[in-house]
Structure formats: C-alpha cells, structure tokens
C-alpha cells in the first residue's frame, strides 16, 4: 500500500453492533432492545456508552485525518438476538461501509460474545464480510471486552485484536488507543502484527481488583511497555454463552514473528494457567453470605448479587435476596436495583408518601423466583435515575430509567423500569438513600459495581444465590462448550 494516499485524506471508518448473549436465558434480545446511534444521531449527540469509539475519533481527528462514523447499535446482555435484529444492524452498518468506500482503516470495538439465531459467533460473521467489502488490503482492528469468545477463525479476518485488560472495564478508552496505534503503525509500515492464540483450558471469573490477579494485568502491561510483544490479551470467556468458542484464552501480538508470537501466547497462558485456583473466584451461597455481611460489626458491607445480574443477562427481576433479608427483620439495609416497571408505574402514581400494596419481581421466569406480595412506602420517585460507571478517562454515565425507592419492613429498594446493572451508589443516592448509614447493601452486580463502591464499603462479599447466572462454574449446564478444562478437570494439560 502506498501510504500515506495521495491525492486525498486518510480515511478512517469506525462502528460497532455490541451485546453479550446468555444462552440460558429465555429472554430474546430484540431489535427494540438495541440503543442505535445512526449518522444523523451522532452528528447531533455524539456517541453513547462507548469510549472506545470516541477514543479512536479523538486519536483520528487529532492526526488531522477523516473519521467515517458507521453505526453504533448496542443492547443490554441478555438472551439469544433474534436473527431479524442482528441481520438488520448488520446489514446497515456494511451498507454504511459501501456508501463510504474508500476508506483507508476499519476500526470495530464489539463485544465478543453474541450469539444471534443460527450464528454462534456474530462477530466473527460481522468481520468476514467487512473484509468481503474492504478487501484484503485494508487494515481492519477489532477490539473486545474480555468476557469475550476468541477464535482461531477471527484471527484469519482481523489484523490487530484486543481486549480489556481490567474488571471491572474501566480501560475502554484505553484499549481504544492501543488498537488505534497498532493499526495505524501497520498501515504506515512501522509494523507488521502478527498474532497467535493459546487456550488456556479454563473456565471462569477473573476480577482484576485483587491479588494475584492485579499482578497476572500489571504484568502483561508491562511486557507491553518493554516491548518484549506489542499487545497481550487476556479473553476470560463467558461462561454464559454455551458455545463452542467460549473459554479462556491468551493472544499475543508480536511485531512480524510468528514464532515468538506462539511462544509468548502459550508462555503467558501457561503461566496464568497456574493461577487457576487462586484466581478463580467463589462466592458465598446466599445464607453464607448475609450471614456474614449482618455479623459484621462496621457498614456498609456490599453484597454482589452475582446471580441476578443484568449485566451477565439476568433479568434482574429475582427476588431472593429481597426475601431473605425481609424473612430475617434486617433493618438498615438497601437493596437494587429490581427491574419491574409495572410497580414503577404504580409507585409514581401514588405519589412519595403513599402507602401501596404491590407484586414485587419475579415475572420473567423460574430463575427470578416468586413474586412478592408486599406493603410498600414510597419514599421517591424519579423520572431519569442515572448512575456513574467510573472510567480511567472520567465518568461515563448511565440511563437507569424511570425509578422508585419502596421501603419495605427495614430494607430500601430502588426499582427501576430499565434493565441494568449496578455501577455505583448513585442508584441509591439518586434515590435519596444515605449509603453510608446503611449497614448491608445488596447490588445485582459481578464485578463492575466494585470501583465505586470499594471507597466506602467495609467489607465486600461475592454472593452465589440462585437465578439466571449460575455462579459456580461447574453449576452452569453446559452442553456446546469443550469442557476438559479447570476446574471440570483439575490439570488439563496432564
């Protein structure tokens, strides 16, 4: 490629179609479900919950080069996507991508694991045909959350992958930078990427927060920075998504050797394979742990109630938690946040004040447990909850949707008519909830709520109840996905 082109500017072209799929959740993940930012939108607002994106067009404008905007399609997690909503994002965003040939890079921060009808690996389909339009000599970047499905295959389509490095995610802008420098040092010839992919033969959940996980990410980074390998990526998978695909696996980057680049992807996933007992994380079953979060003698203790998480695709509608701590008289306590917007609905009609009687959770399936019939006071109400998700760049804010606080015998819980998880205490102060006088506060979260509240929390406790998202590795019924791994089998590698 003759670089820079002549006779015009560099062209950059840049979009996404985004959501996680949990195959064992029998919700459908619809095209109304799906937040789309077309061209005019953008024009008009900017992007929406992507800093990578934005990231890649502040880097491209800075260069003083031409940012192409495609589409920005994006969904909650949660079950399969109909084939009609993910064919159609597809389709438009290629169609984009026609309308604005040439372009000189395609840059395409997904998720990594979305599972449509008859497509176990969308993005995998997405990028075979961006490259059937561009051609074999554009450069195309694809970046991924970590709880993502690599494949063989995607490495064939891609020049430069990467994936997160931190959870929770607070690195999405940075990750954006380090697939825009790569890219960008391809194409002018400063580099030539070459990647091998090394499957670690492991199955789980990973946080970054604490040792000896905050070393395995620090470690990486700084192979990077010594420049031992241009890029190291550590996919911990989704162990929601039965496919054949999904695990955990290390990719290695390296500049024009193949060679090293296999050798530092088995060394590096060797070497987090032998972490795999310390890293892997067990959570307390639901009694264990709010007996532990109400002998404590400080608050707020943090519960994460990893098993209703909408983040993972849950419904977020599970009353489990709630039931346990009304069944015990806990008593300075919240509780969020429970998506239910039929008693949304009802709480703002009656007003802040207002005694009612309502049918709390439970009605999107076995996994969210009974609803409750309970007495409820309503005690605010707020049209447009949002809540910050801490990002190394600054705040990224998230829409929660209309809400209402009920206080229920002792506990305060934040209902909202939005599916989501929680990120941060501004679903309860927003909600006028004093977190710090409360002595358990139970969020529907993994990990992503942890760097909001880990400044104020006492204690954190990592809580495997029931619902939707079995906790417990080997508690998932899988079926599709390749299962002589850890910790189904002890020593894989044997």
């Avoid at 561009?134 to 970047?141: D, E, K, N, W, Y």
């Avoid at 109630?305 to 599970?318: E, F, I, M, R």
Wanted: charge should be negative; hydrophobic fraction near 45%.
């Amino acid at each position: 490629m003759n670089w820079p082109p002549r006779g015009r500017n560099v062209r950059v072209f840049a979009g996404t179609v985004s959501t996680e799929t949990n195959t064992f959740v029998p919700l459908p993940t619809r095209l109304e479900d799906f937040t789309v930012v077309r061209l005019a939108e953008y024009e008009a607002t900017g992007f929406q919950e992507e800093p990578g994106l934005e990231e890649i067009r502040r880097l491209t404008l800075e260069r003083g080069w031409e940012f192409v905007f495609g589409l920005q399609a994006f969904a909650q997690p949660s079950g399969v996507v109909t084939r009609a909503a993910y064919e159609g994002l597809r389709d438009e965003l290629l169609e984009r991508l026609r309308e604005e040939l040439p372009v000189d890079m395609v840059f395409l921060p997904l998720h990594g694991a979305m599972v449509a009808e008859g497509c176990d690996n969308c993005e995998v389909d997405l990028v075979t045909r961006v490259r059937e339009v561009v051609g074999p000599a554009v450069p195309i970047g694809v970046s991924f959350d970590l709880h993502c499905h690599f494949s063989d295959a995607m490495l064939e389509l891609a020049d430069v992958l990467v994936a997160y490095k931190e959870y929770p995610h607070t690195d999405l802008a940075e990750r954006g930078a380090d697939l825009f420098r790569l890219i960008s040092k391809a194409v002018a010839g400063e580099v030539t990427p070459t990647m091998a992919l090394f499957d670690c033969r492991m199955i789980g959940i990973y946080p970054t927060t604490t040792q000896p996980m905050r070393g395995f990410v620090d470690a990486m980074t700084a192979a990077e920075a010594r420049g031992e390998v241009l890029s190291l990526s550590l996919a911990h998978g989704f162990p929601w998504g039965d496919v054949p695909d999904m695990g955990c696996k290390m990719l290695a980057v390296t500049d024009g050797d193949m060679a090293a680049a296999e050798r530092a992807a088995r060394e590096w996933g060797l070497r987090f394979h032998a972490l795999r007992r310390e890293v892997t994380l067990d959570p307390l079953t639901l009694d264990a742990a709010l007996d532990k979060a109400l002998a404590a003698h400080q608050g707020p203790v943090v519960v994460a109630d990893q098993a209703d998480n909408p983040g993972g695709g849950a419904p977020g509608d599970s009353t489990y938690a709630l039931a346990a701590l009304l069944e015990r008289g806990t008593t300075d306590a919240a509780l969020g946040m429970i998506y239910d917007p039929e008693v949304v609905a009802q709480a703002g009609a009656a007003g802040v004040g207002a005694r009612i009687r309502v049918r709390l959770g439970g009605k999107l399936g076995a996994t969210s447990g009974p609803a409750l019939e309970v007495d409820a006071e309503v005690r605010n109400v707020n049209p447009g909850l949002v809540q910050n998700w801490p990002q190394e760049t600054g705040p990224m804010w998230v829409p929660c949707g209309a809400a209402a606080t009920l206080r229920i015998g002792g506990v305060d819980v934040v209902v909202s008519d939005r599916r989501g998880q929680v990120f941060g205490p501004d679903v309860f102060t927003g909600m006028g909830i004093d977190v710090l006088a409360k002595r358990l506060i139970v969020v529907k979260s993994t990990q992503h709520f942890y760097g909001a509240f880990a400044p104020i929390a006492s204690e954190i406790i990592y809580m495997g109840g029931p619902g939707a998202i079995a906790p417990r590795m080997t508690d998932i019924p899988l079926e599709r996905a390749d299962l002589h791994k850890y910790p189904w089998v002890e020593d894989p590698f044997a």
